[in-house]
């Protein structure tokens, strides 16, 4: 897993909220989160993934774009034309199948170790921003 900056993830965090929401105690009751909860990750302090797919959910994002940004990427917003909301399209056994077919066909040469290592961590990025199921 990446490094997570969560002092980045509470500016991003904090500057969606005051575009949104009155206050930290307006935002914290739309994500179903303590004020203390959301203040703590207005100050670059961890919480559960739990509490962070909350809050993805209070600001319009996908589920684990906090993690994303933390993780130096972007968030994925919840209402895209591609992705109506954050239920996962294909299960952990599906995508893996998909990507390692699709891998070996178009790089036949590729040793097998590296293809899938590939699909390892295709599928960790796809079940980070939602589009694929953990487990299964």
């Given at each position: 897993m990446?490094?997570?900056d969560?002092v ?11 575009e949104l929401?009155?206050?930290?105690l ?10 203390d909860?959301?203040?703590?990750i ?5 919480v559960r993934e ?6 993805d ?7 684990g774009?906090?993690?994303l940004?933390?993780e130096g990427?972007s968030p994925?917003?919840?209402?895209e ?16 199948d998909?990507?390692f ?5 178009k790089?036949p040469s ?9 699909v390892?961590?295709?599928v960790?990025v ?11």
């Amino acid at each position: 897993m990446a490094t997570r900056d969560l002092v980045r993830l509470a500016k991003r965090v904090k500057a969606h909220r005051l575009e949104l929401y009155p206050s930290r105690l307006a935002a914290a009751q739309a994500a179903g989160i303590s004020k203390d909860t959301w203040h703590r990750i207005e100050e670059g302090q961890d919480v559960r993934e739990a509490t962070y797919a909350k809050v993805d959910k209070a600001l319009g994002w996908a589920t684990g774009s906090c993690v994303l940004i933390a993780e130096g990427q972007s968030p994925v917003l919840a209402g895209e034309p591609d992705r109506p909301d954050a239920t996962p399209r294909m299960t952990e056994s599906e995508m893996r199948d998909a990507a390692f077919a699709l891998a070996a066909q178009k790089l036949p040469s590729a040793p097998i170790g590296d293809v899938q290592a590939f699909v390892e961590e295709l599928v960790k990025v796809l079940q980070k921003t939602g589009e694929v199921a953990n487990g299964s």
